[in-house]
Every structure is written in structure tokens, then in C-alpha cells.
């Protein structure tokens, strides 16, 4: 095998675990630093809370969370760049926690707050397992697109700024 083979055989496999999430659900994309905060408002973060971010990415946000925020923080990811890149860093935190899952396999049943930042395509097939799994009064924040008619989640707030994403929030009804 030449040279040229090898560095582009190893360039196609660098490209496909990093954009493999595009092939599920959607390609990454991060969570825009200066917004880390308002989600933390919207979700009325308090310590020992759990927080947990459905495709995390690089997952920066928990990062963040989890050291400001004392949070309990779990990523899943399915982009094996993203997973060992957050996973390594993971081990430098005893609040973060990182698996290596489609996150339709993942159960949320325990977490206080859930985060996605997806398509709206997305958001449609994820709607019936965060309505079926979420717990009484634990929280959706969906970055972008609101969800379309669930009747078993709040509508509670939609936080909007200038040129920025808006974070919409669901909450679990009773
Ligand atoms: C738009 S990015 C958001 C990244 C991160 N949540 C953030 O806000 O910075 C979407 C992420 O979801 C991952 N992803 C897509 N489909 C997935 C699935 N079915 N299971 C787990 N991760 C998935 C992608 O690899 C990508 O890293």
C-alpha cells in the first residue's frame, strides 16, 4: 500500500468518526460558549442537580456546567472523534460522565434536565421518548425549533435573544 493510500484511508476514517453523527441525527455543531449560561438560568441549575445532553458533541457545556455549576452532568455521543475527545477529558472530572450510545438507547427516567440542540426532524422522533421517559417536573431545553404539540409536556419559557439561538423549555406535567 503507497503512502497516498494510507493518508487517505486515514483521512476518511478521521472525517467519518467525526461527522457521523449526520448519518443519525444530526452533524455536530456546538452550543455557542456565551449561551452556557443561559441555559444554566433556564434550567435553574442548583448543585447535586443532574443534567444531561442528548448527542454532547465536544461536550464544552458540561464542562462548564459541572465546574460552575456543581452539576451532575452526562453526554451521550455517537461520533467516535467526540466521544474519546470528551471522554479524555472527562477523566479530569468527577461530575462528568460520557458514554459512547445512540441516545434512543440511553434512559433519561432520573435526570432533573435534559438538553438537545438537534434538527427539528430530530426533535420529532425524540419528542415521544422524552414525553414516555422524562419524570414528573424534569426539564426539556431545546435550542432552535420549539417541539410541535405535546400535550404531556409545559410549554414554560422561550428565552430569545439578538442573534442568537432561542433555548425553548419544557417541563414533565404532573
Ligand atoms: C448539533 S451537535 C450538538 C453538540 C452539543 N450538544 C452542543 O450543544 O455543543 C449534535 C451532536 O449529536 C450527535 N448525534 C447525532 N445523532 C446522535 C445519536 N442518535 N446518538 C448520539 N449522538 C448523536 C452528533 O454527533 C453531534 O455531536
Redesign the pocket.
Known amino acids: 500500500m503507497d503512502i497516498l493510500s494510507i493518508i487517505l484511508g486515514l483521512f476518511v476514517v478521521c472525517g467519518l468518526s467525526f461527522?457521523?453523527?449526520?448519518y443519525?441525527?444530526?452533524?455536530?455543531?456546538?452550543?455557542k460558549r456565551s449561551d452556557y449560561d443561559r441555559i444554566a438560568k433556564l434550567s435553574e441549575l442548583k448543585s447535586g442537580m443532574s443534567f444531561c445532553?442528548?448527542?454532547?458533541?465536544?461536550?464544552?457545556?458540561l464542562f462548564y456546567l459541572a465546574e460552575k455549576y456543581r452539576v451532575n452532568c452526562v453526554?451521550?455521543?455517537?461520533?467516535p472523534f467526540?466521544y474519546l475527545f470528551s471522554k479524555i477529558k472527562s477523566l479530569f472530572y468527577n461530575n462528568v460522565k460520557i458514554k459512547y450510545?445512540?441516545?434512543?438507547n440511553q434512559d433519561i427516567s432520573q435526570v432533573d434536565v435534559v438538553?438537545?440542540?438537534?434538527l427539528p426532524r430530530?426533535y420529532e422522533k425524540l419528542k415521544n421518548k422524552v414525553v414516555k421517559e422524562l419524570k414528573i417536573g424534569g426539564k426539556l431545553i431545546i435550542?432552535s425549533w420549539p417541539l410541535q404539540d405535546v400535550d404531556t409536556l409545559y410549554f414554560v419559557y422561550k428565552n430569545q435573544k439578538n442573534n442568537s439561538p432561542t433555548y425553548y423549555l419544557y417541563e414533565k406535567k404532573p
Open positions: 461527522f457521523m453523527g449526520s443519525f441525527d444530526a452533524m455536530w455543531l456546538p452550543t445532553d442528548l448527542g454532547s458533541g465536544s461536550s464544552n457545556l453526554g451521550i455521543e455517537i461520533a467526540w450510545d445512540n441516545f434512543y438538553y438537545v440542540y438537534l430530530t435550542s
